[in-house]
């Protein structure tokens, strides 16, 4: 009996041992899980797809190294500004035509020489001798002239919006040749001339004689064919007798004209001298011209520094040359009045 007792006591102390043991042990797991639970570096299976972090091989096609250089695949586009200007330089008159003559017409003085016996095409400086031959021969000016065929560019096959029939006065056709250029009406101005266009181009060679141009010929009252030739020298003597004619000095400096077309329609015509609107200049007479041999030509009158200048400038290599070349001009002659008036 003692030892039943014994045994049974026994059994019940085991039960007590066992039974608790469980909970014990899920309590120490419980502790260590809570005890290990630190921050830990994420890894791109922990968290989902669209939230990893791209591969090293995926970003370095994403974005350009850091190499200091663009990558292949980017395009860098840069901004071209304005060129910074040029400097002046009192000392030096820079032209960047061929030939170029300035001369002060009130003193005689030669401003600026370069090339000027050169003989080379003036292009539509012609202009201004077609129109003193036209003014020397007293025709009337309101006599009708109509465009034909034979006004037509058959030498560099230029265009024109003077339509073949357009009929406009010997005035009108004067202004458009002056002003805007215009070799459709210079032609008709020849054409129209007693005895045609080979005794008009006879009297433009005398008229260049009459004026001590012995350097100069001409073979057209347009200016397109090359063989239409003179110096700087010579022009400067051109634009000093054209200076006599009022229309001349009139027409050639005019900002725009308008005709009327044989359909009916108003054209606008506008000086081909790009300086005749600005207020900086006082130009009293101009005339511009352009073939391939000849380059851009510009010729002009003008006031600068309170005195009358001529400036002849041939062949600029730019189609804004001309101007800059002017520019340049009276800025260095406007400079040295001003140097002589201080002092």
């Known amino acids: 009996m003692t030892r039943i007792k014994y045994y049974l006591a026994l059994l019940l102390c085991g039960f007590a041992v066992y039974g608790h043991a469980e909970p014990r042990k899920a309590n120490m797991t419980t502790a260590t899980t809570a005890a290990t639970a630190r921050p830990v570096a994420v890894t791109a299976k922990s968290v989902p797809k669209a939230a990893a972090k791209p591969s090293a091989a995926k970003a370095s096609k994403a974005a350009p190294r850091a190499t200091g250089r663009p990558a292949r695949n980017v395009r860098v586009v840069r ?11 009192p000392n030096v008159l820079d032209v960047q035509s061929t030939a170029a003559l300035v001369v002060n017409m009130q003193s005689g003085d030669v401003v600026y020489n370069k090339n000027i016996t050169a003989v080379s095409p003036i292009a539509s400086i012609t202009k201004l001798m077609t129109a003193m031959v036209v003014l020397d021969s ?11 065929e034979d006004d037509l560019d058959h030498i560099k096959h230029t265009g024109s919006r003077l339509q073949i029939g357009t009929v406009l006065t010997r005035d009108e056709m004067l202004r458009l040749a002056l002003m805007s250029s215009e070799n459709r009406a210079a032609s008709a101005l020849g054409r129209a001339y ?8 006879r009297e433009m060679n005398l008229k260049a004689i009459s004026l001590d141009m012995m350097q100069s010929s ?3 009252s347009t200016g397109l064919s090359s063989s239409n030739v003179s110096t700087a020298q010579d022009l400067a003597k051109m634009v000093t007798a054209a200076y006599q004619y009022p229309l001349i000095r009139q027409y050639s400096t005019g900002n725009g004209y308008a ?15 790009a300086l005749i609107p600005s207020p900086e200049w006082q130009i009293e007479l101009s005339k511009t011209g352009y073939i391939r041999e000849a380059g851009r030509c510009l010729v002009m009158q003008t006031v600068i520094a309170g005195a009358p200048v001529v400036i002849v400038l041939l ?5 804004l040359s001309r101007s800059g070349d002017a520019n ?9 009045a001003g140097r002589m008036n201080v002092g």
């Open 79 to 89: 901004r071209v500004g304005p060129p910074p200007p040029e400097p002046f330089n």
């Open 315 to 319: 062949d600029s290599w730019g189609r």
């Open 218 to 220: 001409f073979v057209d």
């Open 194 to 201: 007693p005895g045609g266009t080979a005794a008009f181009v």
């Open 328 to 336: 340049r001009i009276k800025k260095w002659i406007e400079y040295h």
């Open 138 to 148: 007293k025709l009337p000016l309101d006599e009708p002239i109509a465009l034909t």
């Open 259 to 273: 005709v009327q077309t044989v359909s009916g329609r108003t054209l606008e015509f506008r000086n081909t001298n």
